[in-house]
T-cell receptor
Framework: GAGVSQSPRYKVAKRGQDVALRCDPI?????LFWYQQALGQGPEFLTY????????KSGLPSDRFFAERPEGSVSTLKIQRTQQEDSAVYLC????????????FGSGTRLTVV | GQQLNQSPQSMFIQEGEDVSMNCTSS?????WLWYKQEPGEGPVLLIA?????ELTSNGRLTAQFGITRKDSFLNISASIPSDVGIYFC??????????????FGTGTRLQVTL
């Protein structure tokens, strides 16, 4: 597709449930980022991939969060044993090159933990 | 995590008015970016600034990269109703540090009345 596609758009999870969020970047984009955006806040960095290599995961808030991009294209962000504080919009962004900030963001997945 | 300080937090203006907003950081960035986010969508890049002191325009938008590299501002001239949204600044230390990891501001919510 022409843009970054994220699915599902909305996810309601019961506390303690595991969830998986998918990101389809723009074809050929090398860099892929995950950000977390809490209500009323700016996005916060979670993790970064260059192709299939996860080069930075310093923003992942706990070991319940795990991301992968096994073939260097589609990426999945997994959250285990969800907690209420995990409720947020999870944004994926991709870029053709390594840097400069010229990313294209997806529309995000809004996760609500009840 | 760290978020840059943006002001004002929100503003109501009349159509045709000019708008100014700014962003400050306690640390230096090598690239400053301005994004706009509308409800249910991801941020969309408006302007990118790569050099201290740089002044860049994109239509009715003008942004400047502060000389100290710790601040930036965005001006919107002759506002129109479709300017409504949340404006975020973002900084990155690229090409040094983690490639292209963005630190976002807290956002300025703009509402335009007819």
């Amino acid at each position: 597709g022409a843009g970054v596609s994220q699915s599902p758009r909305y996810k309601v999870a019961k506390r303690g449930q595991d969830v998986a969020l998918r990101c389809d970047p723009i074809s050929g984009h090398v860099s892929l980022f995950w950000y977390q955006q809490a209500l009323g806040q700016g996005p916060e960095f979670l993790t970064y991939f260059q192709n299939e290599a996860q080069l930075d995961k310093s923003g992942l808030p706990s070991d319940r969060f795990f991301a992968e991009r096994p073939e260097g294209s589609v990426s999945t962000l997994k959250i285990q044993r969800t907690q209420q504080e995990d409720s947020a919009v999870y944004l994926c962004a991709s870029s053709l090159l390594q840097g400069g900030g010229g990313y294209t963001f997806g529309s995000g997945t809004r996760l609500t933990v009840v | 995590g760290q978020q840059l300080n943006q002001s004002p937090q929100s503003m109501f203006i009349q159509e045709g008015e000019d708008v100014s907003m700014n962003c400050t950081s306690s640390s230096i960035f090598n690239t400053w970016l301005w994004y706009k986010q509308e409800p249910g969508e991801g941020p969309v890049l408006l302007i990118a600034l790569y050099k201290a002191g740089e002044l860049t325009s994109n239509g009715r938008l003008t942004a400047q990269f502060g000389i100290t590299r710790k601040d930036s501002f965005l001006n919107i001239s002759a506002s129109i109703p479709s300017d409504v949204g949340i404006y975020f600044c973002a900084g990155t230390t690229f090409p040094t540090g983690t490639a292209s990891k963005l630190t976002f501001g807290t956002g300025t919510r703009l509402q335009v009345t007819l």
